[in-house]
């Protein structure tokens, strides 16, 4: 059963250069326990669909079509003090930076207590219990409850950022680059943490990140963005086996293999397009080695080939 349903969804940020569309008519779902990892190039429109879920959209950015059904809940049509009510406790959020999250100037236990007692009515002692458990739950000692960030590792911080998100045992979870400028080692670490929380706790994921490889350790399903378009979403073993659009199998060549031997890594030539003004057609038509005329001049239509979504004009023509 789909815990999130994304149709035609579209956020366009209004600017004094033109209209950004950040978001040009998406359309996803996510079943209870899943993770969906979403992936693709910075700019390409992943963060923006992700704090669409939140409802907190910069300004001057707004949602403009489409909507967002969330356990039957249309979250677009919410008005602010909804919003709230569902925003931290039952869809929650991993930033990309821990460090610009947590309040340099709050101790990491009252940012965890101050969480639980905007949302529920519990005494200072409960929460202190419960945000102990969470910290170790995510492998943080009690002892460092009184800590602040800046006593914390890049590692550590991303765990207290896991633990604040998982506080309120939400349904969904929206991790944004959870992993950036982690190393490797530590980022491992994260990812297998997001998953066994997941399993413990039955939570679904949304894993937004620029890197396939790491989205691929967990990813239930894989969903690519391209400049504002999703171009293909199936089972995580389809698309790292056979993905379909020319820009995925691009992205998959791009990670580096360890056991290669070639001494040269690949890499997508050219530079995704200016959303204000994106090229006519498919929008990767300029960086593509496969590209026909017509693929220059006409969108192509997003096709389902067996619960494989492409938007290619490879397989219009066959699957109509």
């Known amino acids: 059963m789909s815990l999130l349903n994304i149709n035609e969804l579209k956020v366009y940020y209004f600017t004094k250069r033109g209209v950004v569309r950040a978001v040009d008519g998406v359309s996803l779902s996510i079943s209870r326990g899943e993770v969906l990892g979403l992936v693709g190039e910075s700019g390409s429109g992943k963060s923006t669909l992700g704090i669409s879920l939140l409802g907190l959209i910069p300004p001057p950015g707004r949602i403009v079509g489409g909507s967002?059904?969330?356990?039957?809940?249309?979250?677009?049509?919410?008005?602010?003090?909804?919003?709230?009510?569902?925003?931290?406790?039952?869809?929650?959020?991993?930033?990309?930076?821990?460090?610009?999250?947590?309040?340099?100037?709050?101790?990491?236990?009252?940012?965890?207590?101050?969480?639980?007692?905007?949302?529920?009515?519990?005494?200072?002692?409960?929460?202190?219990?419960?945000?102990?458990k969470a910290l170790e739950?995510?492998?943080?000692?009690?002892?460092?409850?009184?800590?602040?960030?800046?006593q914390f590792s890049g590692g550590m911080r991303q765990r207290v950022m896991i633990a604040l998100a998982i506080l309120l045992n939400p349904d969904l979870i929206i991790a944004d680059e959870p992993t950036t400028a982690l190393d490797v080692i530590v980022q491992a670490q994260i990812i297998d943490l997001l998953d066994n929380l997941r399993k413990r706790h039955n939570m679904s994921i949304l894993l937004i990140s620029h890197d396939i490889g790491v989205?691929?350790?967990?990813?239930?399903?894989?969903?690519?963005?391209?400049?504002?378009?999703?171009?293909?979403?199936?089972?995580?073993n389809k698309i790292l086996e056979d993905p379909l659009h020319p820009y995925t199998s691009a992205l998959l060549r791009a990670v580096p293999l360890?056991?290669?031997?070639?001494e040269k890594l690949y890499y997508i030539p050219g530079s995704p397009p200016d959303l204000v003004k994106p090229p006519r057609g498919c929008r990767f038509h300029p960086r593509c080695p496969y590209a026909k005329d017509i693929c220059r001049t006409r969108e192509p239509r997003t096709v389902n080939i067996k619960d494989h979504i492409v938007k290619c004009w490879m397989y219009c023509d066959a699957y109509e």
């Open 68 to 132: 967002i059904v969330f356990d039957g809940v249309e979250l677009t049509k919410l008005s602010d003090d909804e919003f709230a009510k569902i925003r931290g406790k039952r869809i929650s959020m991993i930033f990309q930076d821990p460090m610009t999250s947590l309040n340099p100037l709050m101790k990491i236990g009252d940012h965890l207590m101050e969480t639980i007692m905007v949302h529920e009515n519990v005494s200072k002692n409960e929460a202190r219990e419960r945000s102990i």
């Open 137 to 150: 739950e995510v492998g943080i000692p009690p002892e460092r409850f009184n800590d602040y960030p800046h």
């Open 215 to 236: 989205v691929s350790e967990i990813a239930d399903k894989i969903a690519v963005m391209y400049a504002g378009h999703l171009v293909e979403m199936a089972d995580a």
């Open 258 to 262: 360890i056991e290669s031997k070639s």
